[in-house]
Structure formats: C-alpha cells, structure tokens
C-alpha cells in the first residue's frame, strides 16, 4: 500500500544486504523527465501503469540481484504480482490501517490519495489485500533488520 514503507524499507534492506536498491517510481520519474503525480495528471492512470509495468520487466531483465521498492499499485495491474514472484522473492509490507492513514495526510502527494484519505485506504485495502496476500513473504513486524536475517537464509 502507499505509505507503508516501501522505500524507506527499501533503503535499510540495501544497507543490510549490501544489495543495489532500485525505486520504481524513481526510476519511471527519470525515464519520463516528470513526476508520478504530473504523470496522473498529464496523462491518466492506465498510461502510468503501462510505464510502470514495462519498467518492472526492464529492470528484472537488465538486472542480476536487485531490490525493487515498488509502487503500491505495482502488484495489482498487468499481473505484476504473478510476474514478481516467478522471477523474484516478494514481500508484502503490512501496515494498520490507522498507520496508513495518518501517513497519506491530505498534504501527501500521491495523486491516488485526493479526497477523503479515510475511505480512499479503505476503498484500496479491500481491492487489494486479495493481491498482496499472494506475495511470498508477508512482513508484519516492523523492523527491517530481521527481515534481512530472512532473506539472507531463504
Ligand atoms: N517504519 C516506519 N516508521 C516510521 N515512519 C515510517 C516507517 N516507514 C515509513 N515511514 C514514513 O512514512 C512515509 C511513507 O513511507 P514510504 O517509504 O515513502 O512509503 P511507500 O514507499 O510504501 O509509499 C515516509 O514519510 C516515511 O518516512
Ligand atoms: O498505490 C498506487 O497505486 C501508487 C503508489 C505510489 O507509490 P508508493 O506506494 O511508493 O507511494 C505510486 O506508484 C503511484 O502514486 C501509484
Ligand atoms: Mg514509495
């Protein structure tokens, strides 16, 4: 989901495994010369997920061990999940609702958080956990270290 820590995660987990970490949202930003929000605006969200889609295939394929922090919706369009899992080990980051929400404040940039942030989180939890829960490994604890100790013994 947005705000539950992906990239932030992302960045420990790349210190702890002394594994590159690539942000997908980063790297679709450069390729585009905009960011993720003028990318909504500009040009819709099914023309996001197309770039973001195609982004996730050029890494997995130009990249030999990598962590990608992706985005929240990754997973969910153009069988991203199905896709993660058969080249990779995928972690699902687990965040109470109420955490969530008070993360994606109405200041928050993310163009799919406008509006009532309580029902949009709500709205996209329920269409989504079915998806998430589909990922190898499920992180509900909050501490990245460990999760580093798991991934360097699977
Ligand atoms: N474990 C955590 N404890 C405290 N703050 C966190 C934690 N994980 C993320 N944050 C904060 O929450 C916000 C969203 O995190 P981010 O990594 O950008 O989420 P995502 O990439 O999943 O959307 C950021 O301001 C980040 O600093
Ligand atoms: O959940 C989503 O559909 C999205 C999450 C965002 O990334 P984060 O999950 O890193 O915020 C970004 O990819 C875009 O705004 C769409
Ligand atoms: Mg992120």
């Not at 993720?36 to 023309?47: M, T």
């Not at 993360?103 to 928050?108: T, Y």
């Not at 958080?113 to 269409?127: A, C, P, S």
């Not at 270290?145 to 699977?154: C, D, F, I, V």
């Amino acid at each position: 989901m947005p705000g539950s820590g992906k990239s932030h995660f992302g960045r420990i987990l790349e210190e702890e495994l002394i594994c590159p970490l690539i942000d997908l949202d980063k790297e679709i930003e450069e390729a585009e010369e905009r960011t993720i929000s003028d990318i909504f605006e500009q040009e819709g969200e099914e023309y996001f997920r197309q770039a973001e889609a195609r982004m996730l295939r050029i890494i997995t394929e130009s990249q030999e061990e990598v962590i990608i922090s992706t985005g929240g919706g990754t997973p969910c369009y153009h069988d991203g999940l199905e896709y993660m899992n058969a080249h990779g080990t995928t972690v699902y980051l687990e965040a109470e609702e109420s955490v969530l929400i008070k993360r994606l404040a109405p200041k928050d940039h993310r163009p799919l958080m406008v509006g009532d942030t309580e029902k949009r989180v709500k709205e996209l939890l329920n269409q989504r956990l079915p998806v998430y829960q589909k990922a190898k490994i499920t992180l509900s604890h909050r501490d990245p270290k460990r999760l580093a100790q798991e991934l360097e013994n699977s």
